[in-house]
């Protein structure tokens, strides 16, 4: 078991330019997460996926970001277009249950976006 | 609202000393604590959760909800425990980090 993909692991792109991010969750789980990690900080969430229906994504700023989980397994984050300030690590992350249900989140190794 | 806090962003410690890291809440209801942990080069993983109420590595956490903390204690710290911990917290269908502590075991 590979545990979490994530692709690509690193990502070098031009401010207003588009980028995009893609994430393969353990299989089985339905439940996919996408945060947000700013140096010297923790994850924060995105967006979490239950299936492919985005259950909160209230923290997803959607004038720029959007997502998808098509078919309830793999997904992709998008930006577009990027700023400098979309600089950070881009985690995904799935879990068997949702938040509440004591389900532990497995972690994909992220991928380090650096907007110049 | 802050809903994580762990106020130290670094607690360096030498081997053998205990160490404890801390990790205070806000959460209205009866919330799912965890403490995850990113060693270096490695992925975030989960080190512990308070309904299993387990000693994993040598650590252990209590849930105080009178003081709505966390803390993540180890008697006998290792160098191998030098890493990110993050205290996490779990709610209906909401899930928060702090923002992490360092901690550095000396030799």
């Known amino acids: 078991e590979a545990g979490v993909v994530q692709s690509p692991r690193y990502k070098i792109i031009e401010k207003k330019q588009p980028v995009a991010f893609w994430c393969n969750p353990i299989s089985g789980h339905n439940t996919l997460y996408w945060y947000l990690q700013n140096l010297g900080q923790g994850p924060e969430l995105l967006i979490r996926?239950?299936?492919?229906?985005?259950?909160?994504d209230s923290q997803l700023p959607k004038d720029r970001f959007s997502a998808e989980r098509l078919k309830g397994v793999d997904s992709t984050l998008k930006i577009q277009p990027a700023e400098l300030g979309d600089s950070a690590v881009y985690l995904c992350?799935?879990?068997?249950?949702?938040?509440?249900?004591?389900?532990?989140?497995?972690f994909g190794p992220g991928t380090r976006l650096t907007v110049t | 609202a802050q809903r994580v806090t762990q106020p130290e962003k670094l607690l360096s410690v030498f081997k053998g000393a205990p160490v404890e890291l801390k990790c205070n809440y806000s959460y209205s209801g009866s919330p799912e604590l965890f403490w995850y942990v990113q060693y270096s080069r490695q992925r975030l993983q989960l080190l512990l959760r308070h309904i299993s109420r387990e000693s994993i590595k040598g650590f252990t956490a209590d849930l105080n909800k009178g003081e709505t903390s966390f803390h993540l204690k180890k008697p006998f710290a290792q160098e191998e425990d030098s890493a990110m911990y993050y205290c996490a917290l779990g709610g209906f269908n909401k899930f928060y980090f702090g923002s992490g502590t360092k901690l550095n075991v000396k030799p």
């Open positions: 992350a799935s879990s068997s249950r949702g938040p509440g249900q004591g389900s532990e989140q497995y």
């Open positions: 996926y239950e299936n492919e229906e985005a259950v909160d």
